[in-house]
């Protein structure tokens, strides 16, 4: 039975290895990406959908709807809220969500919340 030190030895050769056949595939395997996209349609924006609609969603929505598309009135987006507090570096919070770590910091510094409130 082989020793720990062979072992290690037999790791980072096949490590190296490793390293060596992904940089000889890297260029292809670029390549391969690049002509499916354009052969797809497919663009950098694409692949940056937002999460909750990736390539099932769309694929999903090309198989149900043969007829053409209707405008749908478009939800209409929440206004941003203004921030209640300011930090002493000008970082501000508008008092929803988790609270950020300026924040907690200064809390758990014994100070609180309303001496960071922002004067109306």
Same mark, same amino acid.
């Given at each position: 039975?082989s /020793?720990l030190i062979?072992?290690q030895?037999q790791?980072?050769?096949?490590?190296k290895?490793? /390293?060596?056949?992904?940089a000889?595939e890297?260029?292809?395997?670029?390549?391969d990406?690049?002509?499916k996209?354009?052969a797809?349609?497919?663009?950098?924006?694409d692949?940056?959908?937002?999460?909750?609609?990736g390539?099932?969603?769309?694929a999903k929505?090309?198989?149900t709807?043969?007829a053409?598309?209707?405008a749908t009135?478009?939800k209409?987006?929440?206004?941003?809220?203004l921030?209640?507090y300011?930090?002493p /570096?000008?970082?501000t919070?508008?008092?929803?969500?988790?609270?950020?770590?300026?924040m907690s910091?200064?809390?758990a510094q014994?100070?609180i919340?309303?001496?960071?409130?922002?004067?109306a």
């Open positions: 039975m /020793n062979d072992i030895s790791i980072e050769k096949l490590q290895q490793a /390293n060596e056949v992904k000889r890297f260029d292809k395997t670029v390549q990406i690049l002509a996209m354009q797809f349609g497919i663009t950098a924006k692949l940056q959908a937002p999460k909750g609609r390539a099932k969603g769309k929505a090309a198989k709807s043969a053409p598309k209707v009135a478009k209409k987006s929440a206004s941003p809220v921030a209640k300011r930090g /570096n000008g970082e919070w508008s008092g929803r969500g988790l609270m950020p770590k300026w910091a200064l809390v014994g100070k919340k309303e001496d960071f409130a922002i004067q």
